[in-house]
DNA sequence: CGGAGTGAAGTTGTCTGACAAATACTGGGC
DNA sequence: GCCCAGTATTTGTCAGACAACTTCACTCCG
């Protein structure tokens, strides 16, 4: 069987962050060295070292010249802004329900702002999925995506799918589309009138405003996101990497 | 004070890296092929594949199979939360004149709260610096930052320099401690009395809270930092990875 | 003339084996 | 007990080769 979709090290690495995941490789203990690994997996040592370096840059693991290769302190945090995406992971990272209520969905003319992040013509359809995301039932988001309705042509019924299930399950497995980043801005706002009685708050409560756009691997836009968090539904955290990295 | 051999890998990605922020390999270009490059650079296929994981763990190029490695889509964000350490680098990546009023610093025991984070017993001395800081002269962020007070053993005149400088300048030109990485946690609040008083704005004010702590590249923890930041102030951005590793 | 299929060339992925460089460990000498 | 040199272990790098995949020019056929 060598039907072999992506690279090795890819399988590999995924693998040994299993292994760390499930436990068998708990923080602060030392890998076996490279060429033991390297037979236990079945690859040779160059496979087995581009895993470790993918892994290393993910902050999992920290490679010691000459003493040894061990599993970070650092484990992962479980509502992290830059590996979680969407609402629903981060739901359901913090350990509740993700729900969704009064959602609905419109298709209209991309406004500038929109066509310019997408990068559509202004004026071109795009569809938009309004939705009030809820934890353990409680509303905690109002969500805005926005995304071209070509993407749509043949599958116009996937827009109420998308009311239901996750957005990007929805984008990878229904229309063969896999997000691989985004860039989101977020800064503290107050709720206006329109948000506050979808969420149902007071109005001039306190939001974190996310907007974001994510992107395919070819670096075509997919979704543009905005999204209002009640300023107590979770405490977003990100790993931050660098500086000190050109030290002499 | 250790001087760790730096790898030839890091100095080959480290050199990529500036060609790529020289304008040399503009985006969307192909970079040479492997065994070229490898020869323009004087290293090895394999150092070069191991500078070429990393800078596609950073986002920077692209690799594909049996095609070549392109620069991705800048992506180097100005004001980015995952990338820019300090106030300063984020008030310098605006475009304004970074400052700081009201410098003060005090030596306290520890909290419990901040033992735990920095690795310490409740009760050790740490440092605590506060600091308004001002872009363009205008106040924007009141900044708190503890660290064990042992750092400072033999340079007590270093917390005068850190009134004035980056601390993570401090840090790594005087101190010889590197940040090598952190983890951000942030959340919108309202100004209470003493913040307020501080950044000069009516009590009840939007901020956005941001508290951290960083590590050096043995996951020792060095630094926490408590941020207030006005609400207008920068719009933060975050690059974020993923989804699409591990559909479950 | 256009489109599908074919093959060669180019590029990244992987393998093997070896040596260099850095660190950890061991044991002897004091 | 401590220091230090030698040895073993481990990661870093090198070289060359082949496999897997992409691209593109070319041919062949309708």
């Given at each position: 069987m060598k039907t072999r979709a992506r690279p090795r090290s890819v399988s590999v690495r995924d693998e040994i962050s299993d292994r760390i995941d499930r436990g068998e490789l708990s923080a602060g203990t030392r890998l076996p060295s490279e060429p033991a690994l390297a037979t236990e997996l079945g690859v040779s040592r160059a496979t087995l070292r581009e895993a470790l370096r993918t892994l290393e840059g993910e902050g999992l693991v920290r490679r010691m010249w000459g003493s040894g290769t061990y599993v970070s302190?650092?484990?992962?945090?479980?509502?992290s802004l830059d590996v979680n995406f969407g609402v629903t992971d981060a739901i359901r990272a913090a350990g509740m329900e993700a729900g969704t209520e009064q959602g609905r969905y419109w298709f209209e003319p991309a406004s500038a702002a929109e066509a310019g992040q997408l990068n559509l013509e202004p004026g071109q359809d795009v569809l938009v999925v309004e939705r009030v995301r809820t934890a353990d039932g409680k509303p905690v988001v109002l969500s805005r995506d926005i995304l071209p309705a070509r993407f749509l042509?043949?599958?116009?019924?996937?827009a109420d799918q998308m009311l239901q299930r996750s957005m990007y399950e929805v984008l990878e497995k229904d229309l063969g589309i896999a997000i691989h980043h985004g860039v989101a801005t977020f800064r503290p706002i107050r709720a206006d009138v329109t948000v506050a009685r979808r969420l149902d708050i007071p109005r001039g409560e306190l939001l974190l405003a996310i907007w974001q756009v994510d992107y395919d691997e070819d670096g075509v836009a997919i979704v543009s996101s905005h999204e209002y968090h009640l300023a107590d539904a979770f405490d977003f955290t990100v790993h931050r990497r660098g500086p000190g990295r050109r030290v002499q």
């Open positions: 302190q650092s484990r992962r945090v479980a509502t042509a043949e599958h116009a019924e996937l």
